[in-house]
């Protein structure tokens, strides 16, 4: 198999994973509303099964990215900006698979947070701001190396929504789960687009 193949392949398949772990955690969990709530929710302390979501849901979707990471290091020119942007993206993943083993009190809303839960929250918005940050970085310096002008192009468009998105994570918003999920998607969009250029370029 041309492992061109893996630059699309792991990227994809690492969302697909956060997809069907957030659906079926969200099908097992009573009364759970994904406009309204945090995906960490699902995992948090008191979740129904807050344990399996963890270890076979979110760490299975950060590796996945941290591969992805790995591979694309590999192959991209080592220039300031490529170098900044994933070493971001790695804080990205491994922010994300760590805050994994220090769940959100439940609900994720406490008035009086517990060491977990504050970690947690100390770890998860570094790594979406690292992430977007990666995204500016990476596209910016996009046209020395991409034959697809579109990493550059709607690396603009991503990084703003999703620094939009990320400013309104606010638990006091009725829609603050769909503010999140928005942020991902937007996040990993750009995230197969940018392999698709590393496959581009390695072919």
């Known amino acids: 198999m041309n ?3 893996w630059f699309v392949v792991l990227p994809t398949l690492s969302l697909i994973w956060l997809i069907v772990t957030v659906v079926i955690a969200g099908s097992l969990y009573p009364g759970y509303n994904h406009i309204s709530q945090f995906i960490s929710e699902l995992a948090a302390t008191g979740s129904p099964h807050g344990k399996y979501v963890n270890y076979l849901g979110f760490i299975p979707t950060e590796l996945l990215m ?4 790995l591979l694309s290091w590999r192959a991209l020119p080592k220039t300031k900006l490529n170098i900044i942007g994933m070493l971001l993206l790695a804080v ?19 008035d009086n947070p517990t060491f977990s839960h504050t970690v947690h929250i100390a770890l998860a918005l570094p790594a979406y701001l690292s992430g977007i940050v990666a995204i500016v970085c990476i ?7 991409s034959q697809i002008k579109s990493v550059k192009h709607y690396g603009c468009l991503a990084s703003s929504v999703a ?6 994570l606010e ?9 999140q999920r928005i942020l991902e998607f937007t996040m990993y969009s750009w995230f197969i687009l940018f392999g698709y250029a590393i496959s581009v370029r390695a072919r």
């Open 139 to 145: 596209s910016m310096g996009a046209g020395a190396w």
């Open 66 to 69: 941290m591969a992805f990471i």
């Open 3 to 5: 492992k061109s193949f």
């Open 92 to 110: 990205y993943a491994f922010c994300l698979g760590l805050a994994a083993f220090f769940t959100c009190d439940y609900e994720c809303r406490p």
């Open 163 to 168: 620094l939009i998105a990320f400013v309104m």
């Open 171 to 179: 638990s006091k918003l009725e829609v603050v789960g769909l503010i």
